[in-house]
């Protein structure tokens, strides 16, 4: 049935890159057997998953939706990969994102934009725009994201999804085609919060193939999200993100449909209080420091002799020659942008003004969010300051686009879990209400999330 949507509707959306129906179904079948055969099968056995393409499949078309990676086919499966294999799930295909997860509207992707399902005019949300097109048009019932400055969130809020960026280090990111090393995290995107926690469950826990992997069980997301169905609140505490609150520089239709859903927690039995995290506001900028300067050094392996694309190889350019051409050629102009930002920040005498600095910032949004921890259970704020926006209308002024992940960086920098949840509608667009818990307590933004179901 999903395969068929897709063949119905993907023409006009444009979520994924590559569909491998045969290899969706040979799953399907097989799980098949072993149901009818009375095997003991997981939660999930059977149920279809789209991967973004940032997350290297095994003998299936890898890109990051970028020409450098064109026909790149991996030898391997990213360990989150290895564990939807193990839980039975069908993969149908893979995303389509913005060029190597950088960008919040999917326009950066080099192999075409998707479309909003709730309007074809409009952007779908980014870096992970095609696994929430996927999931909000019906063509995938849970995909998977990766989140490092909002793109499991945002895309999340403008498509009327659920989004849920685990704690950093919970989920392995070995096959995680690297954007910026401290910050990326795989993670769920589905149509419920119950649907999101049964995912984390089976990507979640230690990986020994990734050195920041935390060797710690899981949160219990799917026990917290079924105690959030209740729709029982009393006892738990949030706080709303005084310096979020006023919603500078955002829809006041985004506000509004927040403050509904600020409301419904209040009537669902949580005690709402405002907190200041006086930091929050220089998390924008410090991002755009520290991402940058991962990526610079993590985007350096596209040489032209390892793997991918390599332009001018006809044994009369010199190595850098051909290194440039096939670097001016493979990356887009949004990559080009972030290396050259990210190498002059890291570069020797900048390195301590710009990189040291944004590190330092880092560390007063976790201490902020610590203090604001030992106040109450979670934070919550709007996702994203605006709806799904029209092709084109930010592509022209990078700050316009960045703008997007004014709400979802804080919990990339601190490392902590947060859930975007949709929260009605403003002019007939969804948005989304951003649930922030303290590190490792996933299973407490899964229990508010639910809740607001
Ligand atoms: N929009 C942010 C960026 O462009 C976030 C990307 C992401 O989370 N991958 O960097």
């Known amino acids: 049935a999903f395969l068929d949507r897709i063949a119905a509707v993907d023409e006009k959306v444009h979520a994924f890159l590559h569909v491998d129906a045969e290899g969706a179904l040979a799953t399907a079948r097989a799980v098949d057997a072993d149901r009818a055969a009375g095997k003991p099968l997981g939660p999930l056995a059977g149920v279809p998953i789209a991967v973004k393409d940032i997350v290297v499949t095994k003998g299936m078309p890898t890109t990051a939706a970028s020409k450098m990676l064109e026909n790149w086919i991996p030898p391997y499966d990213a360990t989150i990969v290895t564990r939807i294999k193990a839980a039975r799930m069908p993969i149908l295909g893979k995303t389509n994102l913005d060029e190597f997860a950088m960008g919040s509207s999917t326009e950066y992707s080099a192999f075409g934009a998707t479309r909003n399902p709730w309007d074809l005019k409009r952007i779908p949300g ?84 990734d050195s920041t992997s935390i060797p710690q069980d899981p949160a219990p997301v799917v026990a917290a999200a079924r105690e959030g169905l209740t729709g029982d609140l009393s006892g738990v505490k949030l706080g709303v993100v005084t310096q979020f609150a006023a919603g500078e520089g955002a829809e006041p239709g ?28 220089y998390a924008l900028p410090a991002y755009y420091l520290i991402a940058p300067s991962e990526c610079s050094s ?87 300051p605006f709806t799904a926006f029209e092709f084109g209308a930010r592509t022209a002024d990078p700050y316009q686009m960045y703008l997007a992940d004014l709400y979802t960086i804080p919990s990339n920098l601190s490392g902590g879990p947060a859930v975007s949840v949709p929260v009605g509608l ?26 607001l179901e």
């Open 126 to 209: 980014g870096s992970g725009g095609g696994s929430a097109a996927a999931v909000a048009a019906g063509m995938a019932p849970l995909a998977i994201g990766t989140d490092t400055g909002g793109s499991i969130r945002q895309p999340g809020a403008v498509t009327g999804t659920v989004g849920g960026k685990p704690t950093y280090g919970a989920n392995s990111r070995y096959g995680l085609i690297a954007f910026s090393s401290s910050l990326d995290t795989p993670g769920p995107v589905a149509r419920t919060m119950l649907d999101a926690a049964l995912l984390h469950e089976v990507i979640a826990g230690h990986d020994p193939l």
């Open 254 to 281: 985004v506000i509004a449909a927040y403050q509904t859903g600020v409301e419904a927690l209040a009537k669902l039995g949580a005690d709402i209080v405002e907190v200041s995290c006086p930091h929050f506001e």
């Open 298 to 384: 993590n985007l350096a392996r596209f040489d032209s002799v390892r793997y991918g694309l390599r332009v001018g190889d006809d044994g009369v350019r010199s190595l850098e020659e051909v290194m440039a051409a096939t670097r001016e050629a493979g990356f887009g102009q949004e990559v080009k942008r972030r290396i050259m930002l990210g190498t002059y920040a890291l570069s020797s005498g900048y390195v301590d003004e710009f990189y040291g600095q944004a590190q330092k910032v880092r560390t007063l949004i976790t201490r902020d969010f610590e203090a604001a921890f030992n106040e109450v259970d979670a934070l919550i704020s709007p996702t994203t």
């Open 426 to 451: 403003s002019d007939g667009l969804p948005a989304g209400l951003q649930v922030m818990a303290p590190t490792l307590r996933d299973d407490v933004a899964y229990r508010v999330g639910a809740a």
